[in-house]
């Protein structure tokens, strides 16, 4: 995995061995992320990414001007790769990591202006995750489109494999 754009463009990322993670392809990533920069939702923001897997979403941002990530993960292996990953592209002043469930640790951290979950896809707590976080805008990866929301509307959803990828903003 490498990549896409960005100041980190073409550098390698690794991810953990097995299925317990299941990587954003760089093709989604490459067209999750034009989008976010044609909103000029990634220069100078605040990210958080839940289910964070190997950070190959959050150091996107990084790599395309995001001021911070804070990165939440509760596997193991994946947590080794991805602070390895972080290490390795030095990453690592611009960065938070925390080991926990992202569903109960997502509206403890403050002051987030986009959200990347992205989590195992038999996950259905989308309402209560979204009604937990700060941010505006939530990018939601998943098995299908996310709709429905309380306070939350879908801006636009594309499908790339089996991947859903919705974009979603909170309601004034």
Not at 51 to 61: D, H, P, R, V, Y
Not at 63 to 74: D, P, Y
Request: proline share 3%.
């Amino acid at each position: 995995m490498r990549i896409v754009a960005g100041e980190l463009r073409g550098r390698k990322i690794s991810a953990p061995e097995g299925n317990t993670t299941r990587p954003t392809t760089d093709m989604a990533r490459e067209a999750i992320f034009n989008a976010l920069v044609s909103m000029n939702a990634v220069v100078g923001a605040r990210i958080l990414d839940l289910f964070a897997g190997s950070g190959a979403l959050g150091i996107e941002a990084l790599s395309r001007g995001a001021l911070h990530c804070t990165f939440i993960e509760r596997d193991r292996d994946a947590l080794a790769s991805l602070q390895e990953n972080l290490k390795k592209l030095s990453l690592t002043d611009r960065t938070t990591v925390v080991r926990g469930d992202a569903l109960i640790l997502a509206g403890k951290v403050a002051n987030i202006d986009l959200v990347l979950a992205d989590p195992p896809y038999e996950f259905v707590q989308w309402g209560v995750l979204l009604a937990s976080i700060s941010a505006q805008l939530v990018v939601a990866e998943s098995n299908h489109e996310i709709a429905g929301i309380p306070d939350w509307v879908s801006l636009r959803s594309k499908r790339y494999g089996r991947t859903h990828v919705t974009y979603l903003r909170r309601v004034p």
